[in-house]
């Protein structure tokens, strides 16, 4: 009879904890940032936080995994239920528009990287969540460079000057 109870608490708990390690309904609310400027820089970071909620508690304290145009990424916690998540890439790679960040517990993304070893198709697993973060462009400096605009403008007012001159001395 004591085997019996004790196996039972042992189910109990193992199927509490199974119950608790995932998330259920989650709620997300994100920010985005992001380098503006690619004058400079040779890549452009990105960095998205969020806040996730999930409808049984405790769960927002499971480790997450992100995954971003097929890299992945690990999340880290900065608060109480606010994560963040950065990634970078390169000036020429990274285009304006939307980008998804998928959001992974444990068990999925023991999926993922199955999936991964398996040479699989790993959209085909299915996410906790997904952000997505609209990333508007960097700027990568002016069309014309200031230095080819001035002499450009030398050499105009040069052809004008000369131009007028013949023209006097004729």
Not at 67 to 83: T, W
Not at 103 to 120: I, N, P
């Amino acid at each position: 009879m004591v085997k019996f109870v004790i196996a039972s608490a042992v189910l109990c708990c193992a199927l509490g904890f199974a119950v608790a390690s995932s998330c259920t309904n989650p709620e997300v609310k994100s920010n985005f940032y992001s380098t503006t400027d690619a004058t400079i820089v040779s890549q452009i970071g990105f960095v998205t936080e969020f806040t996730l909620k999930c409808s049984n508690a405790g769960a927002e304290k499971l480790p997450l995994f992100a995954e971003v145009l097929g890299k992945l990424a690990p999340v880290v916690r900065i608060g109480e239920n606010k994560y963040q998540v950065s990634w970078n890439e390169e000036i020429k790679k990274a285009s304006s528009g939307s980008y998804a960040v998928r959001l992974f517990d444990e068990e999925s993304y023991a999926a993922v990287r199955k999936a991964q070893r398996a040479g699989e198709d790993v959209q085909s697993v299915k996410p906790l969540t997904t952000v997505t973060v609209n990333f508007p462009g960097a700027y990568k400096g002016p069309w014309v460079n200031s230095e080819i605009l001035a002499t450009g403008l030398v050499g105009f007012v040069a052809y004008v000057a000369f131009t007028t001159r013949s023209k006097l001395m004729a």
